[in-house]
């Protein structure tokens, strides 16, 4: 640590007062540095002034910093003396030895500093040189050196001696301004004041006035003295005759009249007419001999004081009237500690009497009439002791208290400046009563507030709010409503509205008064998370209706506005795929005809149907039909260009908006792209299985200008692409829709024959191979239309199931054949086929009962023919279905036996009594592999115990084949092509009247039963 010198705080001192440092460049600073740097051939001259913490340079040559820190600096021990310090070896001197300007890449060795002393004792820096190289210095060059020291002192003693002129003329200027200010002001208080300085002298007869005195009078008085005359034209007349009552006519002698001092209140006529009153005051003035020459004097101008006193004295009377009035009592003490006002009210309230209260009475002799009559005795502590102490107190302070008549009573005292207090008395015991009654109501009021399910607040009119609820401080992730609305939390309108939608939110409250349901995203504070917020908020007015503030609810909207949102993403999307639905696919199409009505753009729609689907649902199920649904719903969104749009309409039907592209050959490319991306293989489950897809496509504006009419073109295109062989693309082209036409008008015609039961069932025989017997019939459906004749069923199933008319004409094909069956011979069956559609129905189990009844056929005679398809879809529920049915002693067949794909599995699950091979097989009897697989179905249905019956028999060649394969029934066109009821019942033999005796059989040769059967 450097040393510091005992009047270090002196030194810095003078040298702030110097006002040089960090101040610019100074050519007779720099000229010494030269001097001595070429005077000592030193490479490093300076002047250096001492600094609290630095060392800065005023003068440099050798160096380029301006200032270094002070603890290391030479200079500190050059400063501690008047005589120069000289370090011939830096490394040899242990003060500086390890000092980094002689360690570092400066290498300072020789060091010459004198000190620059400025007053006795007061050393502010030093004259340095500086050399890497070792040097001596002679007496005469310390001399020298000390020379060109003092030099840089003279020019800072000039610094000094200049700074000291800038205070005296400082000094100067500011005692000018202030006798000018006097000037100023004596001449602002005789305007202001309205004082006029007068002189009258008494050898002259003659007045002269100050210009202050003439605008007084409202006369100018610039023309010189003023004469008696002159004096009494101002004068009021009434003041006249005592003018010179300041002359006193004793002890006149040698010197006439004495003049004595005096102050009179008089009146003034001013030129314009207008009186004013003035005090004048006058002294006499004395020549040397004491003689009296001349009366000076001033006017005051009091007019308005003389008004105000006038306007003072209606005012106290007023103010007494007041004070008699007042529902407050009013008690003034003086500082003497007497009652200076008083009003009846106050000794009503404090129950004494006039004698005892009155202005002039002693104040501390009615404290003690208070206290001796027990005035107190219902308050206690140290308001009591307060109240029975003598001291009219010094500070403002209020209290209530009960008298003892059960009257309380507000007191406010107050001090006055001068001493003494005012002090006021309310009776305030009905607002004690209102008050009690308030507290209750508050404390019912916040219990209902704090533990209201929904968020309560008060709000100023800018958003701040000044209440809040648990509810409101939970809603935002704080434990304690106090911590909400804690100073810092920033408890504004971002709590319970968007901060964008504020100001809508205020617009709407002061305009309506009030806001229902005002719908907001925020951010919880606490919690950092957005939540929704549902705010219904009324405007609070004042007495005079202004609008205060405002109070409202606010409730977490989130699962709603996330319900809100599903349903609306519900509402405009497919649930499985994502893909937009049927309803925001029509709205945007119908966007983009009318931009492209208006900007000339093209826009495209392709109808798209997956073939294949359905057989992959019914054998895989519907997870893994769900699961490819997604898959192709992908493909075809990235087969398509940005802005196209694909939407999933329902179950495998897709739908296609192509942007900019009206030229076939383009859209055919996007189609035929689409057909490629669909028809690749699928893993599902582990099996590659893949599907088709046909597409309908319309051009706008060409093949229609609304959105409807162009997907209705679209999707006639379709229907031409599935007619198409499917797997394929069809562009509309007009006349197209009348195939549609044609088909709805078969659907209606469907609908109206179902309505008006104009259905029939043929009937075809099943024949038993082991006894060549009749053993049953197949009832199959027949549409006999009036105007087309027979519609075959492939026609019309598919349009029925596809309706959902299957269910009810099911139905009455199950009661129609059991009423059929009930009339033929008791060992003959009738088997009923059943659709998909018709068997996934809730009411399916009850229509086959209410057949059943209704007939009064034997369960054991009604055979139910279903496909494998029908166990596909709920697999788990229809076979429950199944079951019940069967345990009722109800019959069932599969049907096509081979053409699905789960069937032995299903077999397992469900033991049918029945398997019929379908027809394909039979047809290629004299394949090997439609053999072989004759051949496993019979051994499965021996191994089940289920009847094997073939279908589709139409040669004796496949009927001879059949009967060697081991098939144990039928059925065919080699027995009879289907029948109506009247043509089979043809065919049986009467039975007996009781039906307790057994059925008679056919007996007729085979031959002979198939040539009838045929002939039939």
Not at 103 to 125: D, N, S
Not at 495 to 522: C, I, K, P, Q
Not at 675 to 680: D, L, N
Not at 818 to 827: I, L, T, V
Request: hydrophobic content about 40%; aromatic content about 6%; overall charge negative.
């Amino acid at each position: 640590m450097y040393p510091l010198l005992e009047n270090e705080s002196e030194r810095l001192a003078v040298l702030r007062d110097l006002k040089v440092l960090d101040t610019p460049d100074e050519t007779h600073f720099d000229a010494v540095c030269r001097t001595a740097q070429a005077l000592f051939s030193a490479p490093i001259a300076f002047v250096s002034l001492v600094d609290k913490n630095r060392q800065w340079f005023k003068a440099r040559c050798g160096i380029d910093v301006k200032e270094t820190p002070r603890n290391i600096a030479f200079c500190n021990y050059a400063i501690l003396s008047d005589d120069a310090l000289i370090i011939e070896d830096a490394l040899a001197d242990p003060r500086f030895a390890e000092n980094p300007l002689v360690t570092g890449p400066l290498g300072i060795r020789f060091y010459a500093g004198a000190p620059l002393i400025l007053h006795q004792g007061i050393r502010v820096g030093t004259l340095c040189l500086m050399d890497s190289q070792r040097r001596s210095f002679s007496p005469e060059q310390v001399r020298q050196f000390q020379d060109l020291a003092n030099i840089v002192v003279a020019h800072l003693r000039l610094h000094e001696a200049r700074n000291q002129i800038g205070r005296d003329l400082e000094a100067l200027q500011s005692a000018q301004a202030k006798l000018r200010e006097a000037a100023d002001y004596q001449l602002l208080v005789e305007q202001v004041g309205g004082i006029g300085y007068w002189q009258y002298n008494l050898k002259s007869g003659k007045a002269t006035w100050s210009p202050s005195m003439g605008r007084l009078v409202g006369q100018d008085v610039s023309d010189g003295e003023l004469t008696l005359d002159d004096l009494l034209h101002v004068l009021h007349p009434d003041e006249h005759r005592d003018m010179f009552a300041a002359f006193d006519p004793r002890n006149a002698g040698g010197n006439g009249m004495v003049l004595r001092p005096f102050d009179r209140q008089r009146r003034l006529v001013r030129a314009d007419g207008t009186v004013r009153t003035v005090i004048s005051r006058g002294l006499p003035q004395h020549d040397e001999t004491g003689a009296v020459v001349a009366l000076l004097g001033v006017c005051v101008d009091i007019t308005d004081l003389v008004r105000s006193e006038e306007q003072l004295r209606g005012v106290s009377t007023l103010l007494r009237v007041t004070l008699e009035n007042m529902d407050q009592g009013i008690l003034m003490v003086g500082a003497d500690n007497r009652v200076l006002v008083h009003n009846q009210k106050a000794r009503d309230l404090l129950g004494v009497s006039e004698g005892l209260l009155h202005e002039g009475a002693r104040f501390d002799l009615l404290q003690q009439h208070q206290i001796d009559r027990g005035e107190f005795r219902k308050v206690d502590g140290e308001l009591r002791h307060l109240l029975e102490s003598a001291a009219l107190g010094t500070a403002a302070v209020t209290y209530e208290r009960e008298r003892p008549n059960g009257t309380s009573i507000e007191v406010r005292s107050v001090p006055l400046p001068t001493g003494g207090l005012v002090r006021t008395f309310t009776d305030i015991t009905e607002r004690k009563r209102r008050e009690a009654a308030l507290r209750l109501a508050e404390a019912e009021y916040q219990t209902l507030f704090q533990n209201a399910v929904v968020g309560v607040y008060r709000a100023n009119l800018d958003g701040t709010l000044v209440r809040a609820n648990q509810a409101l401080a939970k809603l935002h992730g704080y434990g304690d409503s106090a911590c909400a609305t804690a100073p810092g939390t920033g408890f504004t309108h971002d709590w319970y509205v968007d901060g964008d939608r504020t100001h809508a939110f205020m617009r709407l409250l002061l305009t309506h008064g009030r806001v229902d349901d005002f719908v907001s995203e925020v951010t919880g504070h606490a919690t950092g998370r957005p939540i929704w917020v549902s705010e219904t908020a009324w405007l609070v007015r004042d007495a005079e209706g202004c609008p205060s503030c405002f109070e409202g609810t606010v409730v977490d909207a989130t699962e709603r506005k996330r319900a809100e949102a599903q349903i609306e993403h519900m509402a405009r999307h497919d649930a499985l795929t994502g893909l937009p639905n049927r309803r925001q696919f029509q709205e945007r199409l119908t966007q983009e005809l009318v931009h492209a009505q208006r900007q000339g753009t093209a826009v495209a729609v392709l109808c798209c149907d997956l073939d294949r689907f359905k057989t992959v649902n019914d054998t895989f199920g519907h997870p893994a039909g769900d699961a490819l649904l997604c898959t192709l719903a992908d493909r075809m969104r990235r087969s398509l260009q940005p802005g196209d749009i694909v939407a999933r309409l329902g179950g495998d039907e897709f739908a296609i908006i192509l942007l900019g592209r009206s030229h076939p050959h383009g859209v055919g490319a996007a189609a035929q792209r689409l057909i490629e991306i669909v028809g690749e293989p699928v893993d599902i489950d582990g099996h590659l299985t893949n599907v088709g897809v046909s597409i309908g496509v319309a051009i706008g504006l060409d093949d229609g200008d609304r959105a409807d009419l162009l997907f209705k073109n679209a999707d006639i295109a379709l229907y031409r692409a599935k007619e198409a062989g499917r797997h394929t693309c069809r562009f509309y082209e007009a006349g197209m829709d009348m195939a549609v036409a044609s088909r709805n008008l078969l659907e209606i015609d469907l609908k109206d024959t179902v309505r008006n039961g104009g259905f029939a069932l043929h009937y075809q025989p099943i024949i038993d191979l082991a006894s060549d017997t009749l053993r049953g019939f197949e009832a199959l459906l027949r549409w006999p239309h009036a105007a087309k004749g027979m519609i075959s069923p492939a026609d019309f199933i598919p349009l029925a199931e596809e309706t959902g008319l299957i269910v009810e004409l099911g139905a009455w094909a199950l009661r129609d054949a059991c009423q059929e069956a009930a009339s033929w011979p008791s060992d003959l069956r009738v088997g009923v086929n059943v659709s998909a559609v018709q068997i996934q129905h809730i009411d399916f189990h009850q229509h086959v009962l209410d057949a059943l009844v209704r007939s009064g056929l034997a369960p054991e005679r009604l055979e139910l023919e279903i496909t494998e398809s029908v166990l596909v879809k709920d697999a788990e529920r229809v076979i429950a279905c199944l079951h019940r049915l069967r345990r009722i002693g109800v019959r069932l067949a599969i049907d096509d036996f081979g053409t699905g794909y789960s069937s032995l599995s299903y077999l397992c699950q469900f033991p049918f009594d029945k398997i019929k091979i379908d027809r394909s097989f039979i047809q290629d009897a004299c394949a090997s592999t439609s053999g072989a697989i004759v051949r496993a179905v019979v051994g499965l249905g021996r191994h089940l115990g289920a009847t094997i019956t073939a279908e589709g028999v139409e040669t004796q060649a496949q009927l001879d084949w059949v009967r060697r394969e081991g098939c144990s029934e039928v059925q065919g066109f080699i027995f009879g092509k289907p029948m109506p009821p009247s043509v089979i019942k043809g065919m049986m033999r009467p039975v007996g009247v009781g039906h307790d005796q057994p059925p008679e059989r056919m007996h007729c040769p085979v031959s002979c039963e198939r040539r009838s059967l045929l002939d039939a």
